[in-house]
């Protein structure tokens, strides 16, 4: 890792290598207003926030294949909500390639690397057209391209990678040899943006206005569950928070007795305030959902806001 910051920039940590979807959708958001470090997985990215590296950004979901579970299962580490809080978010289309080494065609093909995400948002591509293909799932999409032009571990005669384009440019050994081989022609991905503290934000893009409040509540099983006894199902939760949900996500709490989850809400609320009042707006919403956090750990539950946006 890298950590000679540029003067006066932030640095914010993303996905690596260059050219990986994160780091395409914070450039396009935050352009040079932040130094870049690049990290070798979603779990360091999360991990590296620091008063030195104060930002990150994480997928969050696919329009495709839904949910990044790898971000999800950083975020049951208590250490998130105290140290790392997700501040913002943006949403970037995404178009995937199949890029091989000059010369290779798809015949030739045997063995598709790529991140899960992408594996999974191309698998009607894969199905129809390498079915006897074999998949290996690597860190990040443009990990898969620096695996194929620097091959120690892969045959590249008989390996294709799926990524962006952009790779191609970054490593000139490879060629694009299919365009657009996700499942849908749409294919958005919502990324977050961490924040070393609650009270810091990355810099603005004075070109997006966000009009709704966000928040994301971790909660955790009561201790009485923990115990086999049975508690208030989370179904009285929801009924209590009585907010708009916009997503819940469900992920093992890796806790005794087995079967026991960890959920992640996200809340929302549409903003009337103008632009000059969002801090104040952001101030109310925050007291508002440290209400209800306080009304569901009264039900026995662990609740925490781990996300104000
Ligand atoms: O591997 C990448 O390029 C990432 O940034 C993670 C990812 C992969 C596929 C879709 C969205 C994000």
């Known amino acids: 890792m890298h950590l000679e910051a540029e003067p006066q920039k932030p640095s914010l940590a993303f996905l690596g290598p260059e050219g990986t979807y994160s780091h395409q959708a914070a450039h396009d958001h935050f352009g040079d207003s932040v130094h870049y470090i690049k ?32 971000t999800l299962d950083c975020f049951r580490h208590k250490s998130v909500g105290q140290t790392c809080f997700i501040r913002g978010e943006t949403t970037f289309a995404i178009r995937h390639c199949l890029l091989v080494k000059k010369g290779v065609k798809l015949q030739n093909v045997k063995t598709v690397l790529s991140h899960e995400q992408a594996l999974g948002q191309c698998k009607t591509f894969l ?44 490593y000139p050994v490879l060629d694009v040899l299919q365009e657009g081989i996700q499942n849908a022609e749409t294919n958005l991905t919502r990324f977050w943006f961490l924040a070393w503290s609650m009270y810091s934000l990355p810099p603005s893009n004075p070109q997006v206005e966000r009009h709704s409040l966000t928040a994301l509540l971790r909660i955790s099983p009561s201790p009485s569950s923990l115990l086999g006894c049975p508690s208030v199902g989370v179904a009285r939760v929801l009924q209590l928070l009585q907010m708009r949900m916009a997503r819940i996500d469900r992920r093992p709490a890796l806790l005794n007795p087995p079967f026991t989850d960890i959920y992640f809400l996200e809340v929302e609320e549409i903003s009337e305030s103008d632009s000059r009042d969002r801090p104040r707006a952001v101030q109310d919403w925050k007291d508002r959902i440290e209400g209800k956090a306080q009304s569901v750990r009264s039900l026995g539950y662990g609740c925490i806001s781990i996300g104000i946006w």
Do not use: H, W
């Not at 990290?39 to 949910?67: C, K, R, T």
């Not at 199905?127 to 998949?135: F, G, H, I, N, T």
């Not at 290996?136 to 390996?159: C, F, G, H, Y």
């Not at 384009?165 to 970054?170: N, S, T, V």
């Open 127 to 170: 199905e129809r057209y390498l079915p006897l293909a074999s998949v290996i799932k690597t860190s990040s999409t443009a990990e898969a391209a620096r695996m194929l032009a620097d091959p120690t571990n892969v045959d590249a005669s008989t390996s294709a990678a799926i990524c962006s384009k952009l790779c191609a440019d970054l």
């Open 39 to 70: 990290v070798d997985s979603i779990n360091d990215a999360v991990y590296s926030l620091s008063p030195q590296i104060p930002f990150a950004i994480v997928p969050a979901e696919n329009s495709i294949f839904g949910s990044v579970v790898e």
